[in-house]
């Protein structure tokens, strides 16, 4: 027993001087799963701003993988990731050509088999952006602020169904160029504080959270702002988003996307929805209500590389046009993913593309939808 237990012994230091690699031993390819998860590694992300609201800009984020089921990853011989998720910790930054900047942290964690998830953040914003409204032309404003944000969800039985509770609270002052408020921004505050909290619902049938090939993610929340949660405002939004992932074909695979908010009462012109689609700038169509749906066609060309293409459509209603005035908005794009973490499904990209007037590209990690 003697020599067995020396014989694990020198196995476990034998494992400890294992020289850092960055290529998979099964492929030989370019891989970061050993250096993320045995070695308790940073992924960077770099950040690449194209939106003309605050004009061409950089940033850097860093995620770290940790956890029993990253170090099961860590340790597996298999070629698949694990469904259930790693913990992620990730911190970053980005900087604008017109003044912009921002920083955040954030944490995922799991629990008992993924049977409980939390998720926290805090940032803090100084952003010099631009409001359209009902004029269509673009009117400078800053936007300055520190936002925290925590949820926790529980798993339903032994079902794919979560439920749980999510709050936010965001501390902003804002402000227009000249001073001149626009006639369509409504009781106009310079100092606001959201304070709101959510019923949470989710359906997560998802193969990988980071680049899924196939399964179901979809979020149903109900979002009461009020004062007694910390705000200046009393408002609601009900929103409901989902994702689908179709396997057509052994490497080609169909993405479905709709995304749905529709918001009442006393919402700060700032927190409106809005058209959110890959090309389309940030805020540009908003208004009371906003939906936008995606469709997205990826074909993994070989287990590391995958090309994609895409084109979207979205709508913003409800106050300042009705539902058949709004303008349908559209968009277009392609892209690619390189699966840099294979143990973990973690994938890293770049998408480009354009909408009326507007091109933009974007370095992902992993899925554009979340």
Known sequence: MVATAVAVCIDA???????????DPEDGQLDMSDFLLKHKGALPVPIVITEPAVGYGFGLGLLFFSGPIAEAAANSSTGEPSRIPPNVTAVGGLYT???TWAAAAAHFHTWDDDRYRYLGAVAKVDANLDYFGLSGQPRAYTLQGNALVQQFLARLGNSRWY???RYVYFDTTSSFSGGNIPADVLNFQKN????????ILDYDSRDNIFYPASGTFAEFE???ARTGFGGTNNYDVYAARAFKWIPLTRTIILGLRVDTRFSTGDIPFF??????????QKGRYQDRNAIS???ELRWDVTPRWSLLGFTGLGKAYGRLESFSQAQNVVSVGTGFRYLIARKIGASIGIDVAHSKDQNAFYIQFGSAWR
């Open 13 to 23: 230091r034998a494992d400890e001087r294992q020289p850092l690699s960055f290529f």
């Open 97 to 99: 050509q017109n003044g």
């Open 163 to 165: 439920g749980g509770v």
């Open 192 to 199: 606001v504080r959201i304070g709101a909290g959510s019923l």
């Open 222 to 224: 109900t979002q009461f």
């Open 271 to 280: 927190a409106q929805p809005y058209v959110d689609l890959r090309g389309v």
């Open 293 to 295: 749906t995606e469709t």
